[in-house]
Structures are given as C-alpha cells and as structure tokens.
C-alpha cells in the first residue's frame, strides 16, 4: 500500500499541485510617503489617521481620530483622483481641514496615490 502511494505523492509534487502560492509583493513605499508616515501610522499615539484601506473608506470615519467638522462632513469617499487633488491642495480639496501639508507635486501625488491604492483590499461588488 505504502509503494502505491509513492508514485502519486511524487506525481502530484512534480506537477505543483501540492505547491505553496505567496501572496504577490507589496509596491515599496514611494520616498515621498515618508512625508505622509510622520503622521499617518497605525499607533495609537498618531497625529493623523492611519493610511491603510483609506481608498473606498468614507472621509472621516476612522473610529478614535477627531477629525475636523468640514473633513466629517465632505461626504467624500476617498478614490485615486481625490486623494490625488486632496495631496496637491488639501484645502482646495476640503476647506477648512485641519491637515498641516502644503501640498505634494503633482508627479508624488500619483505615486503616492499608487502605493495607497495597493494598500487598500478591493471592495467587493
């Protein structure tokens, strides 16, 4: 009985099938997050909320973070073109937030839209 298995054990590892698939790798942060990680992190301790799922998260919900009463009520759900115009011009973006940032370049934006954008589980339909 032991012989009849054999075969098939070393059949079924040959072709893969028995194989461990890893999960595909995270982007690497862009230099220009790091700018973002001053604040946004997952301590409890952060100034800002943390940064992880934040595209398709509604603004403002991050349960324990007081968020400004303009940013509560903006009603936004956070996508790649908003996050982008809000890293350029917070303040054009929602007037009135309480976010310190002057503003990233439009080509950091885009990059650090990118690495959120990976960062965040797709919604399901």
């Known amino acids: 009985m032991k012989r009849a298995l054999l075969p098939t054990l070393l059949a079924l590892l040959a072709s893969g099938a028995g194989?461990?698939?890893a999960a595909p790798p995270q982007p690497a942060a862009p230099a220009e997050f790091a700018d973002c990680a001053a604040c946004h992190n997952d301590k409890p301790d952060a100034l800002g909320p943390d940064l992880t799922g934040v595209v398709g998260r509604v603004a403002?919900?991050?349960p324990g973070y007081r968020y400004s009463g303009p940013l509560k009520r903006s009603g936004l759900t956070w996508n790649a073109q908003n996050l982008r115009d809000w890293l350029i011009d917070?303040?054009?973006?929602?007037?009135?937030?309480?976010?310190?940032y002057s503003g990233a370049s439009p080509?950091?934006?885009d990059r650090i839209v990118a690495y959120l954008a990976a960062?965040?589980?797709a919604k399901p339909r």
């Open 19 to 21: 194989a461990i698939r």
């Open 60 to 62: 403002g919900t991050v």
């Open 90 to 100: 917070p303040q054009a973006v929602v007037p009135g937030n309480r976010m310190p």
């Open 107 to 109: 080509e950091a934006a």
């Open 119 to 121: 960062q965040s589980p």
